[in-house]
């Protein structure tokens, strides 16, 4: 059985989420979580600092109100792929997205890319529109971007490499192997790990983690999703990071303060700084 969740042991250095939707809850009999109660109880773990993600226009928004009334987050504003693909005005949704990622804490744009999951890929003309758009507002704004990936990874490596990638990519729940983390590494794009890494079918992307180069490796819970081993079952949150930070000091071979003070001197890098 897992140990409550509050009596996780607390990380030996700060961290940061870099990946979460603190915004969205399961309508069932989970506990429901506010979230300065979430940040609170991150807080008592090690997770100094989070990056709320939005996936269309209205969470964009939230996530651009809860970084302006919480010092301790920073949002990222998007069409996520598959709201892009069944958008009915993606034009205005795009110029939305634009004017809220010039705002001071707005720091990325994501998660944008390609999702062949839900969407075929024969029908995902839209969600390369919105890729591209958000490539622009990259290069325009002078901030990162934050790739959704899910069954495209020749697709969206393609487009980075033809249309032109921005100066800074982090690709979110890193999913590829270890070929593909060493396209990464060679590009110099981030790739921020999951609680996937924890689950015990996840040996190749263990293996793209032990490949990543420690400048390039970011962590993530994206909350509520991909709850780490042992408590897969329940909602993700940033309580849970320890896991998963653990489990990159195991697979790495490196110790946890080693670990907690590259991934929070990278998270900087890139969103910072906190």
């Known amino acids: 059985m897992a140990p409550h969740i509050d009596s996780i042991p607390k990380l030996a250095g700060n961290v940061v989420d870099t990946h979460c939707h603190m915004d969205i809850t399961f309508d069932d009999d989970h506990e429901l979580q506010t979230v300065d109660e979430a940040l609170q109880r991150a807080a008592s773990v090690g997770v100094s600092h989070v990056i709320q993600v939005g ?123 270890a070929a593909m983390a060493q396209i990464c590494a060679e590009a110099g794009w981030y790739m921020s790990f999951s609680g996937v890494v924890t689950f015990k079918n996840a040996q190749d992307l263990r293996a793209a983690l032990e490949v990543a180069p420690d400048h390039l490796i970011l962590v993530e819970t994206d909350s509520p999703f991909l709850t780490p081993t042992p408590y897969r079952g329940q909602p993700n949150s940033s309580a849970l990071m320890p896991m998963t930070v653990r489990q990159i000091c195991q697979t790495r071979g490196q110790s946890e303060q080693e670990i907690c003070e590259l991934l929070f001197s990278n998270a900087a890098r890139v969103f910072g700084p906190f």
């Open 55 to 177: 996936c269309d226009v209205e969470s964009s928004r939230r996530a651009v109100k809860i970084a302006q009334t919480h010092s301790n987050v920073w949002a990222t504003v998007a069409l996520h792929p598959n709201a892009a693909a069944h958008d009915t005005n993606l034009e205005q949704s795009l110029i939305q997205i634009r004017e809220l990622a010039q705002l001071d804490v707005v720091r990325g744009l994501g998660e944008t890319g390609l999702d062949y999951f839900r969407t075929e890929k024969d029908h995902a003309e839209k969600q390369h529109i919105s890729f591209r758009a958000h490539i622009d507002m990259c290069r325009e704004l002078g901030k990162p971007l934050i790739i959704h990936d899910r069954d495209a990874h020749a697709d969206v490596i393609s487009t980075l490499m033809t249309y032109g990638s921005p100066e800074t990519v982090v690709f979110h729940c890193f999913s590829g192997d």
